[in-house]
């Protein structure tokens, strides 16, 4: 089946340093890739939807220049969290349409620390 | 907009019992995507169970079914013979055909008892 893969599964950065998530499909195309973000023992909230060759979308109150998405090929997107804080501490999921069903494949997600 | 609601924030079932997950949502559409995903503490999120709208044959997948009343805008997600494993947290999810994105409820916690 279609397989997103995630990296890195864990990190820990500093506060005020940026640190990058990157998101691939492995064995598809997808122009279309979605960024979550899960807080402790809570549901999944969209963040943004990544757009391959143009601009995200944002949801309302995420901030654009904190969370940049970059999707500069049909298998990569990227998310990268800028000034670091702690309170970006978070979980952070990628996921992408199915190329064949509908629904979505989820990459593992990523556990950011921020100290 | 959608809205996904999950009213068992908590719900546990002996080992090889059955049990009922409910889900509810709001939408004016009349076509669109019904999903179950179980997220265990890997945080792996793993597709258990999708439904299409347009359909009124409840999807089953092995152990999993749903009862899906369209009318009612109710999802419910059945696990028969639950198994250790089973343990996970549940999130009952809508999607649009033309919208892309995915919305969530809040999920189920669901704890299977040996």
């Known amino acids: 089946g279609a397989v997103v893969s995630q990296h890195p599964s864990r990190v820990i950065c500093k506060s005020g340093t940026s640190v990058k998530i990157e998101c691939r499909s492995l064995?598809?195309?997808?122009?279309?890739m979605f960024w979550y973000r899960q807080f402790p023992k809570q549901s999944l909230m969209l963040m943004a939807t990544?757009?391959?060759?143009?601009?995200?979308?944002?949801e309302q109150g995420v901030e654009k220049d904190k969370f940049l998405i970059n999707h500069a090929s049909l298998t990569l997107s990227t998310l990268t969290v800028t000034s670091a804080h702690p309170e970006d501490s978070s979980f952070y999921i990628c996921?992408?349409?199915?190329?064949?069903?509908?629904?979505?494949?989820f990459g593992s997600g990523t556990r950011l620390t921020v100290v | 907009a959608q809205t996904v609601t999950q009213s068992q924030p908590e719900m546990s079932v002996q080992e090889a019992e059955t049990v009922t997950l409910s889900c509810t949502y709001d939408?004016?559409?009349?076509?669109?995507?019904l999903f179950w995903y179980k997220q265990p503490p890997s945080r792996q999120m793993i597709l258990v169970i999708r439904?299409?709208?347009?359909?009124?044959q409840n999807a089953t997948e092995n152990r999993f079914s749903v009862n899906f009343q369209k009318a009612a805008k109710s999802f419910s997600l059945k696990i028969s013979d639950s198994q250790l494993g089973d343990t996970a947290m549940y999130f009952c999810?809508?999607?649009?055909?033309?919208?892309?994105?995915?919305?969530f409820g809040a999920g189920t916690r669901l704890t299977v008892k040996p």
């Open positions: 996921s992408a349409r199915e190329p064949v069903n509908y629904g979505y494949t």
């Open positions: 999810a809508f999607m649009k055909p033309n919208n892309n994105d995915m919305r």
């Open positions: 939408t004016s559409e009349n076509n669109y995507y």
């Open positions: 439904q299409e709208a347009y359909k009124q």
């Open positions: 064995d598809f195309q997808a122009t279309t």
């Open positions: 990544s757009n391959e060759g143009s601009k995200a979308t944002y």
